[in-house]
């Protein structure tokens, strides 16, 4: 999806989460990197119209965050930075089920549709477990295939790989590259974004760096050391 | 911990449509309250108890996660024999003994998924005459049934901050946390919803 920003700020009262931004995305991989509270989910979130900007406006394709929001949520994915807070029902299955039903499909279909995200993420023997029961990795997967099962073109991950050990991070970074979505990617996790085409570097809520991601890695640590 | 009241299985229960149990649970619910006599109330809460505890629950957690109402239940019990009569204290506690035991029958045998999308059929002829969203209401009947056991446990790791601080549990200290932590996460429950467009389109 083609993103614009446009002078689009966000701020809770006096504290300003993200300074008036403007800016153009199209790539298929973008990579959002910076300190704690820098503004990086205060972006994603004003990405897929979670929260309004304060002023400004952002667009996907043409789509208003605030006009057309409901467009613009059912295009769009997001993960979460805590992902047991977005698996709704105690039942792996069931939750992956809930998009695809509420958006019509049932019967055979439905359960086809399940049944394939969750073999394409390897997760099929987890459809009876309960959220609790899952590694972090798996919770992350599980997140994911409920996401994708809804078929969006845009995904955001806010921290995926947060508190992930170094096996469940690989998983999680090849479910991401094999995905064939446009995906934004918030991460602490240096290696999951340097290999992307742009990726942004976010301080106290202003960009402060916007390139490919060995340079923006290299600002960053510019940014972190002083 | 326990986020689901529902336990795996294959009970004659497990295989009922949810619509027959509901229907059940509402037909003798009503009708107990028809019934005054001890002995038949006994005898129910005899046949209810015995359904339940026969669910592969386990005794031990088959009466830890009633032992809030079996609580709330004695100690109006113990009201009634003071402000009715023993004898009516008798009836209605065993009586309202009966029908937990049967509700609770009910949901450990039914998925949320289960009910949520029988009481969103239900709930049709309400949205045809333009009153409700059939699916919010199942949606929200379904949150309600995943997310209250939450609170327990949100209660339980409370309680071990407490201890592991050396502090007593006092409601000023539990209550302000439980509640901020409980519309915290109902947020954030409202937002994935939002995001994961789970509300119809
Ligand atoms: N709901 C809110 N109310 C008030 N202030 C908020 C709210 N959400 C975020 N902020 C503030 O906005 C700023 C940016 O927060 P944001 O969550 O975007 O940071 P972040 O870069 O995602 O940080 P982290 O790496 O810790 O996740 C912070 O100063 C934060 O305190
Ligand atoms: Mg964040």
């Known amino acids: 999806m083609h993103i614009i920003f446009d002078k689009a700020e966000l701020r809770f009262g006096e504290r300003v989460a993200l300074h008036p931004l403007s800016l153009q995305l199209s790539e298929p991989r973008i990579g959002v990197i910076g300190l704690n509270g820098s503004g990086k989910t205060s972006f994603a979130r004003l990405v897929n119209g979670l929260v309004k900007p304060t002023s400004g406006r952002v667009t996907l394709d043409g789509m208003d965050t605030v006009a057309d929001a409901k467009a613009v949520l059912a295009a769009t994915g997001f993960i979460f930075q805590n992902p047991a807070n977005q698996i709704i029902l105690p039942l792996i299955r069931d939750d992956i089920a809930m998009g695809p039903k509420a958006r019509g499909l049932k019967g055979k279909a439905l359960d086809e549709a399940v049944e394939a995200v969750m073999d394409r993420f390897a997760i099929a023997e987890l459809a009876e477990r309960r959220p609790h029961e899952l590694s972090g990795g798996q919770l992350q997967l599980a997140a994911l295939a409920a996401v994708v099962v809804t078929e969006p073109k845009l995904i955001l991950f806010d921290e995926p790989t947060n508190q992930l050990d170094l096996k469940n991070r690989a998983l999680v970074r090849r479910a991401i590259d094999g995905l064939e979505q446009q995906a934004i990617v918030i991460s602490h996790d240096l290696d999951l974004v340097s290999g992307f085409g742009r990726v942004l570097v976010f301080h106290e809520g202003r960009l402060a760096f916007d390139g490919d991601g060995a340079e923006a890695i290299a600002r960053y640590r510019e940014t972190a050391a002083c | ?201």
Do not use: C, W
Not at chain 2, 169 to 197: N, Y
């Open chain 2, 1 to 201: 911990m326990l986020t689901s009241l529902y336990v795996e299985g294959t009970s004659f229960l497990h295989r009922m449509s949810v619509r027959a149990k509901l229907a059940g649970l509402m037909i003798i619910g009503l009708a107990l309250f028809l019934v005054a006599n001890p002995v038949a109330l006994g005898f129910a809460l005899l046949v209810t108890a015995t359904l339940y505890l026969r669910l592969g629950l386990g005794v031990g957690e088959a009466f830890r996660r009633l032992r809030p109402v079996l609580i709330t239940i004695a100690f109006f019990g113990l009201v009634n024999v003071v402000v009715l009569s023993p004898h009516e204290a008798l009836t209605s506690t065993l009586r309202l003994l009966a029908i937990l035991f049967l509700a609770a029958s009910v949901t450990a045998t039914t998925t949320i998924a289960d009910f949520i999308d029988t009481i969103t059929a239900l709930l049709v002829p309400l949205e045809r005459l333009g009153l409700m969203k059939a699916a919010d209401g199942g949606l929200a009947f379904g949150l309600v049934l995943r997310f209250v056991p939450d609170i327990a446990l949100r209660y339980a790791v409370l309680k071990e901050a407490h201890a592991a601080r050396g502090l007593t549990l006092k409601p000023q200290t539990i209550l302000g946390p439980l509640i901020i932590s409980t519309l915290k996460e109902a947020d954030s429950i409202a937002e994935a919803i939002d995001a994961r467009g789970i509300r119809g389109q």
